[in-house]
């Protein structure tokens, strides 16, 4: 959708290496959440920031961590990247947290 | 934790046949959302429903939350091979932080034209 863009849209890269992730909206809007999501696991939350500096944990939060400097950028970092991360990473956006969500068109991250 | 279970997990019928997907929690929802992905896609929101016992229509989609707030179906009436995709539900719940969504994993529908 227009207003959130991911990068990149394809990665590979080998095990140990640090990996970031960037979601960038043009919405203004306040809430922005990772997700990853996996055949027979549907969507998973890692990482979710309810305003700038302001994030907590998802369920799947593990070897992730986050940071949200400006309002319109949530970089999600892999500190050292393992096979078990290979996924399709979705950040989503939305006004407040009970609206419907608005999904970028996510990252293939695949770990060597 | 909180979970939204979703039946089935597959449903493939022919062109012209309806389609339901049903979700379930254990516990009482704040709301539920329902997105649609197409394959390769990302999930796009569809609609959300609040209300207890609220229906909902889009075209040929019906939209129902439970009574209870505990389960929602999504209907499709005479499926198109447009509708082909993977329909996810999400719920919120009352109380803590209302910030997330919990997905229920999903129903991958195929269509045979």
């Known amino acids: 959708d227009a207003g959130i863009t991911q990068s990149p849209r394809h990665k590979v890269t080998e095990t140990g290496t640090p990996v970031t992730l960037r979601c960038h909206q043009t919405e203004n809007h306040r809430y922005m959440y990772w997700y990853r999501q996996d055949p027979g696991h549907g969507l998973r939350l890692i990482h979710y920031?309810?305003?700038?500096?302001?994030?907590d944990k998802g369920e799947v939060s593990d070897g992730y961590s986050v940071s949200r400097s400006k309002t319109e950028d949530f970089l999600l970092t892999l500190e050292s990247a393992t096979s078990s991360q290979t996924s399709v990473y979705f950040c989503?956006?939305?006004?407040?947290?009970?609206?419907?969500?608005?999904f970028g068109s996510g990252t293939r991250l695949t770990v060597v | 934790g909180q979970q939204v279970m979703q039946i089935p997990q597959y449903q493939h019928v022919q062109e012209g046949e309806d389609f339901t997907t049903y979700c379930n929690s254990s516990?009482?929802?704040?709301?539920i959302q329902w997105y649609k992905q197409r394959p390769g896609g990302h999930p796009v929101f569809l609609i959300q429903l609040v209300k207890s016992g609220e229906v909902k229509k889009q075209k040929r989609l019906t939209f129902q939350f439970g009574e209870a707030k505990k389960n929602s179906s999504l209907h499709i009436t005479a499926t198109q091979t447009t509708d082909v995709g993977t329909y996810f539900c999400a719920g919120q719940y009352s109380g803590g932080s209302n910030y997330k969504l919990t997905f229920g994993k999903g129903t991958l529908l195929t269509v045979n034209p």
């Open positions: 920031s309810y305003g700038v500096k302001d994030t």
């Open positions: 516990t009482t929802l704040s709301n």
């Open positions: 989503a956006i939305s006004p407040e947290s009970n609206y419907g969500y608005t």
